[in-house]
């Protein structure tokens, strides 16, 4: 054989070799893919469950499940105590308008100087003049002390109307304590799943990001033996890099929600970490329209504050009218002045006393004009959230 048929054969025998080392090789990346691959077992465990295992600190990351964010939150949340709040001062209000109806005594004292020598009581002298005659004490320096006592009789309808209204405003509290509640469920819940949502999606993006990087160290030894262009290579980089920026985005977003989840709950120590435990829960049944739409008008918390708030603009018109009629209370009175002896003359005195507007200017007029407007206001606000509702429910 000469040289050239020995070179031939060389030269044949590299580049059989060269294929089988570039074959072992692509077999090699693909088996240990195959293994580093995203198995079932992992897949149901959260990214935020692989930290924890792998982290010394485990003992730092609370988790929670739906209904323990649920539970945490009810006691936690700010709006949600302050709802609560709103019930306690609407229930002060009812004692402040049972106590309008209440008697009323009240103490008081004070010093008068006049110009001239005034009675410390009032001038009763019958004649005959005689011995037997009480004549009262003069002074310019007058202390006066006394307990006085009133109570309301009849204030137009106002006294227990006003009540009608302080015990409504507390229901309408409640409702939206109600509401507040079933709004934070919902947004807790739409928190929750959407977290379950980014892992989920961070888990594949991590799997793209090895997916190509192993990609890429292909592509490089196929560059080193020539049977690939450079520009194969610069385009795995892209994708590589596309892939590693959108693995970020996921993480910042999940990060985000994490903080989201956390103001929801009410948490004050916002560093603290913690990590969802994702459940299964049933497939609950839903009633047919005309029933849930029933349910609505019946059980929803807002309209039925609506509802409440027209009954209360009703009140407050009848409240306004009832300022024409008159106004009766019992009064008393039991008290003494005394001069600068300090000698204290007693006296005392009762009634009952009425008034009435004869003129006012147009007050009376003008306020029940505002509340009619107001209690119009209330029913086109109840009726707008009527056909919110109805919108709503037919959308879900």
């Given at each position: 054989?000469?040289?050239?048929?020995?070179?031939?054969?060389?030269?044949?025998?590299?580049?059989?070799?060269?294929?089988?080392?570039?074959?072992?090789?692509?077999?090699?990346?693909?088996?240990?893919?195959?293994?580093?691959?995203?198995?079932?077992?992992?897949?149901?465990?959260?990214?935020?469950?692989?930290?924890?295992?792998?982290?010394?600190?485990?003992?730092?990351?609370?988790?929670?499940?739906?209904?323990?964010?649920?539970?945490?939150a009810l006691k936690h949340n700010?709006?949600?105590?302050?709802?609560?709040?709103?019930?306690?001062?609407?229930?002060?209000?009812?004692?402040?308008?049972?106590?309008?109806?209440?008697?009323?005594?009240?103490?008081?004292?004070?010093?008068?100087?006049?110009?001239?020598?005034?009675?410390?009581?009032?001038?009763?002298?019958?004649?005959?003049?005689?011995?037997?005659?009480?004549?009262?004490?003069?002074?310019?320096?007058?202390?006066?002390?006394?307990?006085?006592f009133k109570l309301p009789l009849?204030?137009?309808?106002?006294?227990?109307?006003?009540?009608?209204?302080?015990?409504?405003?507390?229901?309408?509290?409640?409702?939206?304590?109600?509401?507040?509640?079933?709004?934070?469920?919902?947004?807790?819940?739409?928190?929750?799943?959407?977290?379950?949502?980014?892992?989920?999606?961070?888990?594949?993006?991590?799997?793209?990001?090895?997916?190509?990087?192993?990609?890429?160290?292909?592509?490089?030894?196929?560059?080193?033996?020539?049977?690939?262009?450079?520009?194969?290579?610069?385009?795995?980089?892209?994708?590589?890099?596309?892939?590693?920026?959108?693995?970020?985005?996921?993480?910042?977003?999940?990060?985000?929600?994490?903080?989201?989840?956390?103001?929801?709950?009410?948490?004050?120590?916002?560093?603290?970490?913690?990590?969802?435990?994702?459940?299964?829960?049933g497939v609950e049944t839903r009633?047919?329209?005309?029933?849930?739409?029933?349910?609505?008008?019946?059980?929803?918390?807002?309209?039925?504050?609506?509802?409440?708030?027209?009954?209360?603009?009703?009140?407050?018109?009848?409240?306004?009218?009832?300022?024409?009629?008159?106004?009766?209370?019992?009064?008393?009175?039991?008290?003494?002045?005394?001069?600068?002896?300090?000698?204290?003359?007693?006296?005392?005195?009762?009634?009952?006393?009425?008034?009435?507007?004869?003129?006012?200017?147009?007050?009376?007029?003008?306020?029940?004009?505002?509340?009619?407007?107001?209690?119009?206001?209330?029913?086109?606000?109840?009726?707008?959230?009527?056909?919110?509702?109805?919108?709503?429910?037919?959308?879900?």
């Amino acid at each position: 054989m000469n040289c050239c048929g020995l070179r031939r054969v060389i030269r044949t025998c590299c580049y059989i070799a060269g294929l089988m080392l570039i074959l072992g090789l692509m077999l090699l990346p693909e088996s240990s893919l195959a293994n580093d691959s995203v198995g079932p077992g992992f897949r149901e465990k959260s990214v935020q469950t692989a930290l924890v295992e792998n982290s010394p600190a485990e003992s730092k990351v609370n988790r929670y499940d739906l209904t323990s964010i649920i539970h945490y939150a009810l006691k936690h949340n700010p709006n949600i105590r302050i709802a609560g709040k709103a019930i306690e001062t609407e229930t002060y209000g009812i004692d402040a308008a049972k106590a309008e109806r209440m008697p009323r005594i009240d103490f008081g004292s004070g010093i008068t100087r006049y110009r001239y020598d005034t009675p410390l009581t009032p001038v009763v002298i019958k004649p005959p003049i005689g011995p037997g005659t009480d004549f009262p004490d003069f002074d310019r320096t007058i202390l006066d002390t006394g307990v006085s006592f009133k109570l309301p009789l009849f204030r137009g309808g106002r006294l227990y109307r006003g009540v009608n209204v302080a015990e409504i405003r507390k229901t309408i509290a409640q409702d939206n304590y109600r509401m507040s509640k079933q709004e934070l469920v919902y947004n807790l819940s739409n928190v929750y799943y959407k977290i379950g949502q980014l892992e989920k999606l961070l888990l594949a993006h991590e799997a793209s990001v090895k997916q190509l990087e192993l990609h890429k160290k292909n592509v490089e030894l196929f560059l080193k033996t020539g049977t690939v262009p450079q520009l194969d290579l610069l385009k795995t980089e892209v994708e590589l890099s596309h892939a590693m920026e959108n693995r970020l985005v996921m993480k910042n977003s999940l990060a985000s929600t994490y903080e989201l989840l956390k103001t929801l709950m009410g948490m004050d120590e916002m560093h603290t970490e913690i990590s969802i435990d994702p459940n299964n829960t049933g497939v609950e049944t839903r009633p047919v329209l005309e029933e849930s739409l029933t349910r609505a008008f019946s059980q929803r918390a807002d309209y039925k504050a609506a509802a409440k708030k027209r009954l209360i603009s009703d009140e407050r018109v009848k409240i306004a009218r009832g300022r024409r009629l008159p106004d009766i209370f019992a009064s008393a009175q039991y008290g003494g002045n005394a001069g600068h002896e300090l000698a204290f003359k007693e006296n005392w005195n009762a009634g009952l006393r009425l008034t009435m507007p004869i003129l006012d200017g147009g007050l009376i007029r003008s306020e029940i004009g505002k509340e009619r407007v107001e209690l119009d206001k209330a029913k086109e606000e109840e009726r707008s959230l009527k056909l919110a509702i109805t919108r709503e429910v037919r959308d879900a």
